[in-house]
């Protein structure tokens, strides 16, 4: 019979623990994505530094940013991003407390397209804003 010695704790394998669970697996790309939006997060901030260092480096950046590298950068980032928030779109209703109208509990698919549609529309009168700010 094969028994553990005593005198040796237990020490569980921490590698790749995460890859046997699809939900860790899932859990820990959006994770990962969130990197992406950091990396976002910087390119507008060398793009605000720009901006303050005047016309010609705000120009820089600019045509930097029309280049086929940074497009194909830039959708790679959109890919991710979208990734990212749909995932937090999904976990909203499994964090928040449970929302009833009338009496009755708000499905969480019902929670989640609420968010979707929410962003969406800040996000075109957003954009309508913007398009009309350049006219």
Known sequence: ???PDPRRPYVRPMAGWWRRN???VEYMVHEATAFFVA???LVLLVGLLR???GEVA???W???LRSPWSVAFHGVLLAAMCYHSWTWFRIMPKTMPPLAVRGKRV???VITACGVAAAVVCSLVALVLA???TR
């Open 62 to 64: 600019q045509e930097a």
């Open 107 to 109: 499905a969480p698919g």
């Open 58 to 60: 705000w120009n820089g």
């Open 51 to 53: 901006l303050a260092q």
């Open 1 to 3: 019979m094969n028994t």
């Open 131 to 133: 398009w009309g700010a």
């Open 39 to 41: 990396a976002y997060a």
């Open 22 to 24: 699809p939900f860790f």
